[in-house]
Each structure stands twice: as C-alpha cells, then as structure tokens.
C-alpha cells in the first residue's frame, strides 16, 4: 500500500436493483482466507516485488486460483496475464546532493537525508540550479490559489511541502479532507508542468502522514515514458533535518516556511542559493503482470459491462534488514487484499443464477510504486471503461475480529450513496467518518487509478468498532502497525489475527456489487465533483469490431477527445462503406529503407468498388490537442496534407511516437488524428502486418469484412 494506514480500502461505484444475499462467517472460508494469507506472506516469496521469483510466485498463485474457481482468463492474450511494461529506476546510494550560499556548502547523506528517484529514465543525471521556495506547490484556480504566481521556475530546482493550506470549510480544498492538490504526485506532477529541473519535498511526519522511513528507499519503478515528455531530472525528499540545514542558509525554518506555506496569499520566493545534484541511477526495462480473470454475466446485452474487483500483488521484496529480517513479507499490505479478492472470485462464481453483467477480477502490481498496474489498466482497460460499472478494491486490511463499523470515504460523492448506506445497514455496519480523510487516503490506492479515468470509485474502511473488543482497541492496533510494522519487514503474519471480519467485508461487497450487475443503469459522480467530467466522457467512447479474413480486432474510439474524427469514421461504418474493405499495406522495420525515421502500421481502406462513395476530407484533429499519442494499437487517420484525411486508417504495432504532432515521420511535422485503441485482437493486427507483401502492399490484401459497432 502507498503511504497509508492499515486499515481496509474498498473503492467501487454503484447503481441502484437488487440486494445480494448475505455471506455467514463461514469457518471454511475464514480458513481459506488465512492460508492465502500465510503463503503469499510467506519468505519464499521474498516479499512479492515487481520482477522477481516472488513476483512469478505470487502470480502463478492467484492465476491459478482464479482457474480453480472457475474464472476464464481475461487478457487480450488468452491468460490470467496482463503484461505491464515498467522500467525499474534505482538510484546510487553514493549519490551526492548540496546546497551552496556563497561560500557556505551544505552536503546531504544519501537516503538519511535526502531520497527518491530520477522521472527522466536516464542512467546519469546531474543538476546545479537556483532554489525556489514554492509552498505547496499548487495551483488550483477554483480556490483561488496559486503557489506558482509571478515566478518562472524553468530549469530551476522547487523547494515544498506535500499537504494544502488548512481549511474548515468544505468549500475551499475541501475542508479538512485533503484533496489531490495535497498529494506527493500532484507536487511533482506541478512542478514537471511549470519546467522546473528537480523538486524536493522537505518530509513532515504531519504534513506526510507517515515516517520519512516509509519514503526513504532508493528503488523504484516507473511505467516508461516518451523520451520528448518533460521529466523531472529528480523527484526527491528531503528529511526534516535536511530541511532544516537547507531553510537555514536561507535565514528560514521549517516550521516557519510551512507556516508561510499555509498563508493565504502566499508567493513563492527564490531561496538565493544554488543546489546541485549528481544521481546515478540503474535503469532495468522488466515486464510485470497484472492478473485477471472474468466471470461473464447471465444477461446477453448487459454481459458486456462489468463490476470489477480489484487488489494489488506487490509488496516491497527485500531490502535493508530491520530487526535482523530483510524480507518484506507485505501481510497485511497487501497479501489480506489479494485473499479477499480470491474469495470474492470463488463466492461469485459459485452464484447460480449468475447476475446480468459479468464481473472483472483484476489483481494489480506496482501500486507501491504508485499505482502503476492499476493505472497501466486505466490506460488499457480490458472492459472499455464507459461499460465499468464497480470497482470493489481491497487493500491493507487489518485482521481485528468482526466489525461493528465501516468508513465509505467517498461513497457521498457518487450517485450510488443511497445503495451503500442500504447495503451497511443491512449488514448491520454502523458508518462511521473517515478518521484519516485529513491525509488524504482516498487518492493513496488503486481505485483512485480508476476514479481518475472516470469510473465511479470510493473507498470502503473497516471501522474502529469491533465487536466485544474495547472502543480503542483499534486505534491502537493502527498506531502499532504504522510505527512498527509499515513497509518493514516486521509486516508478518500474527497468530493472534482474528479473520472473522473478512467475511462481513466480502458479504457486503457481494451484496454491493451484485446490485449493481443487475441494475438499470451505471453510476456516475454527482454533478460538479472532480471526476464527472472523466466519467461523461468515457461514457462518449464506442467500440467497434472489424471484422477481417483473418479474425476480429475490436477497437475502443476516443469519442470525447476526438470527436471529429471518430464522428467521421463512424460515419464510414455506419453507411457501410468498409464493408470488403481491405487491408492493403504493412509497414515493417526492415521495407521502408529510404526513411530515417522508421515505423510500424498497417493500414486499410475502402473498396476500390467503394471508392468514389468516399466522404470529404476532415480537419486534421492533432494530438497535440487530442491528448492522444501513436502507442501500440493506437487506430489514426492516414493522410497526405494536413485536413486531406478521408476514410484510409492505420494501426500501430509497438509505440510510435514519431507520428504525433512535432515527430519527424512526416516533414510537414502536424503528426496524425489518432482517435482510438486496439482493445482486443492486437494478434490479428501482428498476423496481418506479416502477411505476404510486395514492398509495403500486401499481396493479397487482407479482406475487411465489415466493421460494426459493438
């Protein structure tokens, strides 16, 4: 789990139908649900890091449970497998960090005093640049806040706190919940925006809500990036005590910047001091996996939506020892959430009749690195978005014994709220506040990935009443576990764990998200809350099937981002115009020998028979724009001029970038209208680009039966 407490995080959207039925605290199934515990917590899984044995391990487990319950595998690829391309970012623990006054030069320790990671993906980064104190580092103009305003920080090294200004009125950040603005990744998403070099976040254990101990690691990993995005050259902490030598040089402290910081009107302020930096950093290109599994749905039109399940895999692997043990064995973080989930797959499997829509188990990697399996997902949904309908997440939960109590952190801000409180009361679960909303857990798991994208998602806690135990009972247990346990290796498995709750937690999920598999209708955020507008627009996104000689290739259209040029190709399938269409040309690597710029597509057009029915030119929809990129099954319009394109498209196999606005594969620099994604049949795509060819024209060409929408 990212930076939080222990205690369970359940996100899901919701509709509004029928009441599932309630799970007994079956014993059975309690023990079942402590031995997946005790196996993926156990050494030989080496604490489950991303690209390791324990990684393999710990995949191989729950693929193989979700066969066992009866879940068809779910990836693109016909597996449990959904392949996550990552790059494992490590930085030299030699690495070296100071700061210069005049003639005054403060060092800083590697890892004690300053950690984090290079965003540029390079091998050697080095940096010497004016500092910048920035506050917050915010800029949220509906609170009417700017912690950027009248500085130029390009190429500047930022100086910040993570957290917001303080509030009490839910009106301006939020009151005392945090929002995003508040959160680490906002800060230096900010800083990446406004061009700074580096940004160093000065940790507070009030500020951060966990101990510098949690940040301080060296390793990372980072989904890989365009090499032409801006990049922070290092996205680093600094302890409070290397806050305070730094603010020093300064004539400033700590506590009185971060007071400055919290002060309505604030204005960033040059530091008058140089920091310089030189990082090393070992970069390792590995392929992850996410796991997942489908259970399709009882209905033959409501089938292609989907409630999804979702919990992470990973935990940290092993590293520095702590108490004699170098294993992150990642119990409670994550090895609880991943148990439910299986759980989860084999009760509702185990449902007969089975609900209408069908229901997605997905289990995550990398979300200690930040979420990154679940938002490679969000980018790559299996299920188009738009037709997502819950997602029920299950992370870090501590097993106390049978809840009295819940938390539905977020649950308010969806349409779904009146089903949830039914749901808890039905279950007997009081709802209780969310007692950690002031740091921010809502946006620190996977959920927050999917609520980004659009998709209705909330948290669901376990409370702190727990039955026949006293009231502070598991407070205390929290402290316990954040200040000895967090992201150690001491996070093991404990005789004295009480799973009881567990299966009220599966209960009322069940009963929350089959609801929602046999309602009317999806939910959505209410009007004005921060993910609405994602949500109507993946609700803008159509998918098509086209259907060729050699099978189907299902394609997802970016109606909301490119809705010229989706209108127009829908245009084309809709008057029937692709139909014995054909695949005509492949471009490979190795028959385009008088390009410089090499890519990879095949491309398809009308019939010949068709061709004079062929609709006007359209205006070139630029990425630049769109917010869209030529990655690997990306669909985009074929062209030769600007606003020339008409009804010829192309498909990308592996990223090519060179095709967006500014790349050189087209001298006029405009790039393409990319306007959707290969969603499933990418091997038809790869069988069609190595059809037979003469030069680039296939011979034959490929016959496009028709292309229908889905």
């Known amino acids: 789990m990212v930076n939080r407490n222990l205690m369970l995080v359940v996100s899901f959207l919701v509709s509004n139908s029928t009441v599932h039925s309630s799970l007994a605290a079956d014993p059975v199934q309690v023990e079942r649900l402590r031995a997946d515990v005790k196996y993926l917590a156990s050494d030989r899984l080496e604490g489950r890091a991303p690209g390791t044995r324990g990684e393999e391990l710990a ?39 100071s700061a210069k006054l005049g003639d005054r030069v403060i060092d800083f320790r590697c890892e004690d005093e300053f950690a984090g990671q290079s965003h540029s993906q390079q091998p050697d980064v080095a940096f010497n640049a004016d500092a910048v104190f920035v506050g917050h580092g915010i800029t949220a103009p509906e609170f009417g806040w700017d912690d950027y305003a009248g500085i130029d920080v ?27 603005y508040g959160r680490w990744t906002f800060k230096f998403e900010e800083a990446t925006r406004r061009g700074a070099k580096a940004a160093f976040i000065i940790h507070t254990t009030e500020t951060a809500g966990y101990p510098y101990s949690v940040i301080k690691p060296l390793d990372g990993a980072q989904l890989r990036r365009d090499e032409k995005e801006p990049a922070l050259a290092f996205a680093g902490w600094l302890s409070r ?19 400055e910081a919290d002060t309505r009107g604030f204005k960033a302020v040059p530091l008058n001091l140089r920091i310089k930096g030189h990082m090393p950093t070992k970069l390792e290109n590995i392929i992850s996996k996410n796991v997942v599994g489908m259970i399709e749905g009882s209905d033959p039109t409501l089938k292609a939506e989907t409630v999804m399940f979702t919990a992470h895999w990973d935990h940290l692997g092993v ?3 702590v108490l004699g043990d170098n294993i992150y064995n990642g119990a409670a973080d994550n090895a609880t959430g991943c148990a439910m989930l299986m759980e989860l797959a084999r009760t509702w499997a185990a449902q007969n009749p089975r609900p209408k829509r069908s229901a997605l188990f997905l289990a995550t990697t990398a979300e200690e690195k930040g979420l990154l399996g679940a938002l490679y997902y969000a980018n790559h949904p299996l299920v188009p978005l738009a037709k997502t309908a819950i997602d029920l997440n299950f992370d870090m939960i501590l097993p106390l014994g049978a809840l009295e109590s819940v938390v539905v952190n977020g649950a308010e801000r969806t349409t779904a709220w009146p089903i949830v409180q039914e749901a808890a009361r039905k279950h007997q679960l009081d709802i209780e506040p969310d007692r950690r909303a002031h740091v921010g857990i809502f946006y620190r798991s996977d959920h927050f990935a999917l609520a980004r994208a659009g998709v209705p998602a909330f ?33 093991e498995v404990r005789d004295d764990w009480d799973f009881g709750g567990f299966t009220q937690l599966i209960a009322l999920a069940m009963d929350i998200a089959g609801n929602i ?10 009007p004005g809350d921060e993910f609405r507008a994602a949500r109507d627009g993946s609700a803008k996104k159509v998918n098509v099937v086209i259907q060729t000689e050699k099978g189907d290739i299902e394609v997802e259209l970016e109606g909301a981002k490119a809705p010229n040029t989706v209108a127009n190709f829908l245009k084309y ?33 009308v019939s010949p028979v068709k061709a004079k029915e062929e609709l006007a030119p359209i205006a070139l929809e630029r990425t630049r724009d769109t917010g869209l990129s030529h990655r690997d099954g990306v669909i985009s319009m074929a062209r030769d001029g600007p606003d020339t394109a008409t009804g010829d498209f192309f ?17 006029d620099g405009q790039g393409f209208a990319a306007f959707g994604r290969v969603v499933k049949g990418m091997d038809v795509v790869k069988a069609i680009q190595a059809s037979k060819a003469n030069g680039q024209s296939l011979t034959p060409s490929i016959r496009i039966l028709k292309i229908v929408r889905k």
């Open 154 to 180: 390009k190429g500047k090294v930022v100086i910040l706190f993570t957290n917001e200004p303080p509030s009490n009125d839910p009106k301006f950040f939020g009151g005392t919940a945090l929002t995003y």
């Open 459 to 491: 948290s669901i806690a376990a409370g702190q009443r727990i039955k026949g135990k006293p009231a502070d009972l598991a407070q205390k247990a929290i402290e316990e576990f954040t200040a000895k346990a967090y992201h150690t290796p001491q996070d």
């Open 517 to 526: 598999a046999n309602g009317e209708r999806l939910p959505t955020w209410n």
């Open 241 to 259: 005590q290397a806050g305070e030598k730094l603010l020093g040089l300064a004539g400033k402290t700590v506590e009185g910047a971060l007071n």
């Open 573 to 605: 399938v809709d008057g029937k115009l692709y139909d014995e269409a054909r695949f005509h040309r492949t471009v490979t690597v190795d028959n385009q020998p008088d390009k410089k710029t090499k890519i990879e597509v095949i491309q398809a057009g």
């Open 651 to 667: 498909i990308c196999i592996g990223d090519q970038l060179e095709l967006d606005f500014g790349g050189k594969r087209n001298p």
């Open 319 to 321: 590293g520095r020892a």
């Open 59 to 97: 995949t191989d487990y729950i693929a193989k449970e979700f066969e066992k319950a009866g879940l068809k595998p779910a990836s693109e690829r016909g597996t449990f497998f959904q392949p996550v391309p990552l790059i494992r970012v490590t930085t030299d623990p030699k690495s070296t960090l």
